[in-house]
C-alpha cells in the first residue's frame, strides 16, 4: 500500500470522490463480507511486507492505520463499519450488538442489546461487564481520543481527569437482559461512528489496564494475533471460537494464516512481490518504481482516491514556531508541486492548501499562502517567505524536521529541509523508524519544532480532522497520545468548534458551511500547518491474490484476499 | 638522536644500502628509495592524489563549470541538453511515479545525473569524496596520536600505568567496532555533543571524526605498546636508562623514532578502515548527515534508485572500491619499506 507507513487513520473519501479503481483485472466489486463465502479458496498463508512495525499492538491505543487495518478482521465493538465494497463500507452496522440502538432522551442515551454466544480468542464468553471494562479501560490506558471522543459518555470527563478512578457512571449495564446503556453527557452525533472504530473493541475484563505493548490481546475477530515481535513479524491465525453472526460485520476469512513481516525495505518489498515472494506492500512505493508497477505489473496495481492530508505540523509552542510570521513563512515557501513529485507524481497526489481535504465536508477552496493568492495553488512565493522569516526575527534558527525513515517521508523531508535552509534557518533532518516517530512527535516533552506527518480520516465528519487535530481537548503536553502535534489550543477557536459541532446536530448543512469558516481562519490567521497534498492509495498485490476488495473506511480487507 | 633501530631497516638494507661520498645512506632515505621502486604501491599513490585532487576542486566544478548547488533539492529544476529543456525530475510515461534524470554523460550537466531530490550527483560525489577523505585522514591522525601516547605511556612505564591504559583499550576492544560506532553515533551525531566549553552541534563532521578515531585507537596502541615493550629491552635503551637519561628524552629521542616506521605504516591503513566505516555509518544514516554528502550517504540515496538509477549507488561504491584499494596497496608498500617484518594487519 503507499503511504500509509506511519499513518493514523484509515480514511477515505466522500462518496463525491469515491473511490477510483484502476486496473486490476479479475478483482470483485462485490461486497466484501455479504457475498457468500466460496470454500476452495479458503486456506494458504497471505505475506505482507512493511518496513517496520506500526507500534504497540493494543487496539485501544494503537492509532495508526496499520494496524488499524488488521484490527479489522481481529476485533469488534459493538457496531462497525459495514464490510462490503464502495462507499456503502461508511455505513455503520451492528456487530456484536443484536441491532443499532435504540436513541432516546433526545439523542442522548444509546441502548444495545449484546448478541449472546459469541466468544473471545480466549474461549471466554463476551459478557455486557466485558463491555462495561473495555470502554472504563479505554480511559485507562489513556487511549488517544478518550478526552475528544468518549468523554461524552457521562462520567468520562472525570475518567480523561483521573483515570485510576474511573468509573464510567454513564455507561449502564444490565446483565440480566444482556443490555448496554450509553448515557450521554450531551448530544453527540458522531458517537455512533467513534464506536465503530477499533478504539471501542469489546476485550475481555481481565485485560491488563496497560498498554500491552507486544502483547497479544484476545479478540473476538475471525482471526486473532498469535505472535508479535515488532523487530521480526506479526502473525494472525484463525480464531478457534469464531462463528459468523453477521458477514457484514465479520465474514469469515479465507488464508488461514497472515504473516506480516518486518524489517526490509520498500524497494525489497517492491521486488518480492513482484516476484510472488510475498502478497502486498504496506509501504508507500517508491516514486522510481512505479513506471515499473504500473506497466509490467498494471494487474496487480490498484489507485485509490483518499480524503487524508500529508501535511507539516509547527509547534505553536516553542521557537521559532511560536513565531505566526514564521509559520506563514513556510507556508509560502515549500513548493506543494515538489511535494506530489516526490509522491509519485499527479495521478497519486493533488496539492492542497486547507486542513479539510478536496471533497470533504465542510471542505471550501482557498489557498491564502501561494504566489498571487487566490483560491488555486500558484506555487511558492520564496521572496515573500524571506521576508517573513526576517521580519520574525527567527532568521538563523536552528531547526529539526522528524519525519520516518521511508523512502517517501525520507525524500519529502530532506526537500523541506532544504527550503527552510534557504529562508534562512538552519535546517536538519531527523529521521526516526515509523514505529515511533508518530507518538514522538506527539510528546511536547521531545521538543519537536517540525515535523512531517499524515492523517487519514476516522470518519467522514469535518470534526475528525479540526477538532481532532487542532482543538484544545486532544492537546496533552508530555504525553505520547496528543494528536494535536502542533500543540495549537485558541479559546476562540475552540469555541467555534463546539458551535459548529453544535450545529451539526441540527442543521449538518450549515455546520459544513462553519466548518470551512473555521478552516480558512486556522490557516489565515493562525497557520499551525502546512497542508501539503492529498494523497491517493496504491495497493500493489502479488498475481497470485484474488478477491481484492477495498473499504473506503478501512481500506483492503487484508483477511478477504485468497491466496489459494 | 639516539640509535635508529626501525625494523624496517633491518641488516640486510642496511648491507645493500650504496655507500656514498658522504657515508652510509640513511635508514630513512633507504626506505624512501625502496618505497619509490615499488611500482605498485607509486600506482596506488598516483590514484590516491588523483583522487583527493578531484575532490577538492568540487566547489570549482560546481559553482563554474556544472552551476549546481550540490546540497539543495532541485525538484523542480530543468536543464538544457541536446537541443531541449528537459525536467531534472521527469513523470514516467505511465503517469505514475517520477524518476530523477539519468546520467547525461557531459561533464559540465549532470554528467551521472540527478539523485531524487534533482541534485547533480556528479558535484555530490566529489563533494562527497571531500568529505570521506576528511573524516578518513583526520580521524586517522587522532587515532594514531592518541594510540601512540598510549602504547608509548603503557610500554614503556609498565605498572599501573600499563594495567589502567591497558583496561581503558580492553574495554574499548571489547565492543564490536560498528556496534559501538553506531551507538555512540546514534546519541551523539543527532544530539550533538557538549562537555564544559566543548560544543560540537549535532551534524558535524567533527562528531563521525572523533567517533572513528577512538573506536580504533586500541587497534594501534596494542601492537606499538608490545613494540615499546621489547624496545626497552634493548641495549641501547638500557644504556641511555643507564646514563641517566630522563624518561621524556628516552621516549622522544630513543623510543620514538624507532617506533615511528610502525606508526607510518599503519596510517595509510587506519585512513581506508576509518574511510570505510565513515561509509557504513553514513550508509546507515549515523554518520555524515543530508543534506551534506559523503559517499556512504550518496549510496544510500541511491538505494531507492537501485533499479532506475544504478550509477547514483554504484559510483560512491566503486569511489570507494578504488580509495580504499589505494590506500590498502599504499599500507602495503609502507610495511615492505618501513616494517617488512611487522604483521600489522592481523591485528585489525
Keep these: ?564 | 638522536m639516539g640509535e635508529v633501530v626501525p625494523s624496517a631497516v633491518d641488516n640486510t638494507t642496511a648491507a645493500i644500502a650504496p655507500a656514498t661520498a658522504r657515508g652510509p645512506e640513511s635508514p630513512w632515505r633507504s626506505s624512501l628509495r625502496q618505497l619509490r621502486r615499488n611500482k605498485a604501491s607509486m600506482a596506488a599513490l598516483g590514484v590516491l592524489i588523483f583522487v583527493t585532487l578531484i575532490c577538492l576542486c568540487a566547489p570549482l566544478y560546481a559553482n563554474d563549470w556544472a552551476h549546481v548547488n550540490a546540497f539543495s533539492s532541485n525538484i523542480s529544476g530543468r536543464i538544457f541538453l541536446n537541443g531541449h529543456w528537459r525536467s531534472v525530475i521527469q513523470a514516467n510515461s505511465s503517469g505514475y511515479g517520477e524518476s530523477p534524470i539519468g546520467p547525461t554523460w557531459h561533464i559540465s550537466n549532470y554528467f551521472l545525473g540527478a539523485d531524487s531530490q534533482g541534485r547533480d550527483v556528479f558535484a555530490r560525489l566529489l563533494y562527497g569524496g571531500r568529505d570521506s577523505l576528511l573524516i578518513g585522514t583526520a580521524s586517522a591522525l587522532i587515532c594514531v596520536f592518541f594510540a601512540t601516547i598510549s602504547g608509548l605511556a603503557a610500554g614503556y612505564f609498565g605498572g599501573v600505568i600499563d594495567w589502567i591504559v591497558s583496561r581503558l583499550l580492553d574495554i574499548t576492544w571489547a565492543f564490536p567496532v560498528y556496534l559501538l560506532a553506531i551507538s555512540l553515533s546514534v546519541i551523539l551525531v543527532t544530539s550533538g555533543f557538549s562537555v564544559g566549553p566543548i560544543h560540537v552541534q549535532a551534524g558535524s563532521l567533527l562528531l563521525p571524526i572523533i567517533i572513528i578515531a577512538l573506536i580504533y585507537v586500541p587497534y594501534v596502541a596494542r601492537p606499538l605498546r608490545g613494540i615499546v615493550m621489547t624496545l626497552k629491552e634493548r641495549e641501547f635503551i638500557q644504556a641511555a636508562i643507564g646514563s641517566g637519561a630522563s624518561d621524556w628524552r628516552i621516549l622522544r629521542k630513543e623510543i620514538l623514532p624507532n617506533v615511528a616506521p610502525s606508526i607510518i605504516v599503519f596510517f595509510p591503513l587506519m585512513v581506508a578502515f576509518n574511510m570505510l566505516t565513515e561509509s557504513a555509518l553514513s550508509f546507515l544514516g549515523v554518520g555524515v548527515q543530508p543534506p551534506n554528502a559523503s559517499w556512504g550517504t550518496i549510496i544510500n540515496d541511491g538505494l531507492e534508485l537501485l533499479y532506475t538509477r544504478p550509477w547514483v549507488a554504484m559510483a560512491p561504491g566503486l569511489m570507494i572500491v578504488i580509495t580504499a584499494g589505494a590506500l590498502n596497496l599504499l599500507g602495503d608498500g609502507f610495511r615492505d619499506a618501513f616494517d617488512p617484518k611487522a604483521k600489522l594487519r592481523g591485528s585489525i
Design chain 1, 1 to 564: 500500500m503507499l503511504k500509509f507507513k506511519s499513518t493514523r487513520k484509515l480514511g477515505v473519501v466522500t462518496s463525491a470522490l469515491a473511490l477510483t479503481l484502476t486496473g486490476l483485472a479479475g478483482f470483485s466489486a462485490s461486497p466484501a463480507g455479504a457475498s457468500s463465502y466460496q470454500k476452495a479458496h479458503a486456506g494458504g498463508t497471505l505475506t505482507l511486507l512493511a518496513s517496520t512495525a506500526g507500534g504497540t499492538l493494543d487496539p485501544q491505543v494503537n492509532y495508526t492505520l496499520q494496524y488499524w487495518q488488521l484490527y479489522q478482521a481481529t476485533y469488534d465493538g459493538l457496531v462497525t463499519f459495514q464490510k462490503v465494497n464502495g462507499p456503502a463500507s461508511f455505513t455503520v452496522v451492528p456487530d456484536l450488538a443484536t441491532s443499532l440502538p435504540k436513541i432516546t432522551n433526545g439523542g442522548k442515551t444509546y441502548t444495545f442489546t449484546l448478541r449472546k454466544g459469541v466468544k473471545f480468542s480466549n474461549g471466554q464468553t463476551v459478557t455486557v461487564n466485558d463491555v462495561k471494562a473495555s470502554f472504563i479501560r479505554l480511559f485507562k490506558v489513556s487511549n488517544p481520543n478518550s478526552g475528544s471522543w468518549y468523554n461524552a459518555i457521562t462520567g468520562g470527563d472525570a475518567c480523561v481527569a483521573t483515570p485510576a478512578t474511573c468509573t464510567l457512571s454513564g455507561l449502564v449495564v444490565n446483565a440480566a437482559t444482556n443490555t448496554v446503556t450509553f448515557n450521554l453527557a450531551k448530544v453527540d452525533p458522531e458517537f455512533i461512528d467513534q464506536l465503530a472504530v477499533p478504539f471501542a473493541a469489546i476485550l475481555p475484563a481481565g485485560t491488563p489496564t496497560k498498554d500491552e505493548g507486544s502483547t497479544p490481546v484476545p479478540g473476538t475477530g475471525a482471526y486473532t494475533f498469535q505472535s508479535y515481535n515488532p523487530n521480526s513479524s506479526l502473525v494472525m491465525v484463525r480464531n478457534p471460537y469464531f462463528k459468523v453472526w453477521n458477514a457484514k460485520a465479520q465474514p469469515q476469512g479465507y488464508p488461514n494464516k497472515i504473516v506480516e513481516n518486518f524489517g526490509s525495505t520498500v524497494e525489497s518489498e517492491v521486488t518480492a512481490v513482484e516476484n510472488g515472494q510475498a502478497d502486498w506492500v504496506f509501504d508507500p512505493l517508491p516514486a522510481d518504481r512505479l513506471g515499473e508497477i504500473s506497466t509490467k505489473y498494471a494487474s496487480q496495481l490498484q489507485v485509490h482516491q483518499l480524503t487524508a492530508d500529508w501535511y507539516v505540523p509547527m509547534n505553536t509552542n516553542i521557537a521559532p514556531f511560536n513565531n505566526l510570521k514564521a509559520r506563514q513563512a513556510v507556508n509560502y515557501a515549500i513548493n506543494k508541486n515538489n511535494i506530489v513529485k516526490l509522491y509519485g507524481g499527479s495521478r497519486l497526489a493533488n496539492t492542497t492548501c486547507t486542513i479539510l481535504p478536496k471533497g470533504f465536508p465542510g471542505h471550501t477552496s482557498f489557498c491564502g499562502y501561494t504566489k498571487g493568492g487566490g483560491s488555486k495553488y500558484n506555487g511558492p512565493d520564496i521572496a515573500k517567505a524571506k521576508a517573513l522569516v526576517a521580519a520574525s526575527g527567527t532568521k538563523g534558527a536552528v531547526v529539526k524536521l522528524v519525519a520516518t525513515n521511508d523512502a517517501v517521508n525520507a525524500s519529502v523531508a530532506q526537500y523541506i529541509v532544504s527550503v527552510l535552509n534557504q529562508i534562512g534557518y538552519k535546517a536538519s533532518v531527523v529521521l526516526q523508524s515509523a514505529n515511533i516517530q508518530f507518538n514522538y512527535i506527539q510528546n511536547t516533552n521531545n521538543k519537536v519544532q517540525i515535523s512531517l506527518t499524515q492523517w487519514f480520516q476516522d470518519y467522514p465528519a469535518a470534526s475528525d480532522f479540526i477538532n481532532i487535530l487542532l482543538g484544545c481537548s486532544t492537546f496533552h503536553p508530555g504525553s505520547d497520545n496528543s494528536i494535536n502535534i502542533a500543540g495549537f489550543c485558541n479559546s476562540g477557536v475552540d469555541a467555534q468548534i463546539k458551535a459548529a459541532e453544535t450545529l451539526s446536530i441540527t442543521n449538518p448543512t450549515a455546520a459544513n458551511v462553519k466548518w470551512g469558516q473555521i478552516d480558512k481562519n486556522l490557516m489565515t490567521n493562525f497557520a499551525p500547518w502546512v497542508p501539503l497534498i492529498n494523497p491517493k492509495l496504491t495497493d500493489f498485490v502479488s498475481s497470485r491474490v484474488g478477491n481484492y476488495k477495498f473499504s473506503l473506511e478501512f481500506y483492503m480487507y487484508v483477511d478477504q484476499l485468497w491466496v489459494k
